[in-house]
């Protein structure tokens, strides 16, 4: 989870909030101007600590699961998204040295999560390996846009910038639908890890939140232009959706 990753995406849940809304408040703002605020830096930190040690976490994850891989071209296919991510680990780790910021502090808070997320969701075998990355960093990476929206500008555009597909959406799908095609049993397995994954991703999300002060004021609205409590409830019946629809994209039941 790339709390959480990134590799989706057919209609990504947040695609509402960053494209059709006025950005007003600090949205409208730039990290020099938003910086001032000492609590709204502090999320930003938290933020962007995260998202570095999910992808990188997503970047092991990947080089792991192409040993699991039945083919070489599947191999090559899964280090070639692997080097995406690690790409991605940089962009954040950069920017985190360039505001100021050590990014191994600025991580260190996250590895527990991560650690035991991945330890809880450990795929038995290719297969739920792929649905693994496709559906727990999907809704990682929905929930990102969603906070991204609130974000200041440069701020915003980085965030967007490391949830890019890697190309790992439109693969999973296209093993995990040719395996189900050859021996339907493998459609129900998937689903009910699917439904687990689901659980232990918004779950976990929760936990570092609550667990991180400046995150969790600026979701619900001390910081920056954060979330009403029917807004998170709005967010998460969209993210529930765009789950909804993966898992039809996978030809698995939601």
Request: hydrophobic letters at 45%.
């Given at each position: ?20 809304d006025?950005?007003?408040?600090v949205a ?8 001032a ?6 999320a ?22 192409a ?7 599947d ?46 969701t ?76 689901m ?49 039809a994209?996978l030809?698995?039941?939601?």
């Amino acid at each position: 989870m790339r709390f959480m990753t990134s590799s989706d995406k057919p209609d990504r849940a947040a695609d509402a909030p960053e494209t059709t809304d006025a950005h007003t408040g600090v949205a409208a703002l730039d990290w020099a101007a938003a910086s001032a605020d000492p609590q709204y830096r502090a999320a930003v930190v938290d933020l962007l600590g995260a998202l570095a040690y999910g992808e990188l976490a997503a970047f092991e994850r990947l080089a792991e699961d192409a040993k699991l891989a039945p083919t070489l071209d599947d191999k090559a296919e899964l280090a070639k998204m692997a080097s995406a991510e690690f790409h991605h680990f940089e962009q954040l780790r950069d920017r985190l040295a360039e505001i100021g910021e050590d990014p191994t502090i600025a991580m260190e808070p996250f590895v527990a999560a991560y650690e035991g997320f991945h330890k809880q969701t450990a795929p038995s075998d290719w297969l739920e390996g792929l649905v693994k990355a496709y559906v727990g960093d999907s809704i990682a990476s929905d929930f990102y846009r969603e906070v991204a929206a609130r974000l200041d500008s440069d701020t915003r555009a980085l965030v967007l910038a490391v949830l890019d597909d890697t190309g790992h959406g439109g693969f999973a799908v296209e093993k995990v639908r040719a395996a189900i095609e050859a021996d339907p049993r493998v459609g129900g397995r998937l689903a009910l890890w699917a439904r687990r994954l689901m659980g232990e991703a918004l779950s976990q999300s929760q936990r570092v939140v609550a667990d991180r002060d400046a995150l969790s004021t600026m979701l619900v609205g001390g910081v920056a232009d954060g979330f009403d409590l029917a807004e998170v409830g709005k967010m998460f019946s969209r993210i529930t959706e765009a789950h909804t629809k993966r898992m039809a994209a996978l030809g698995l039941a939601a």
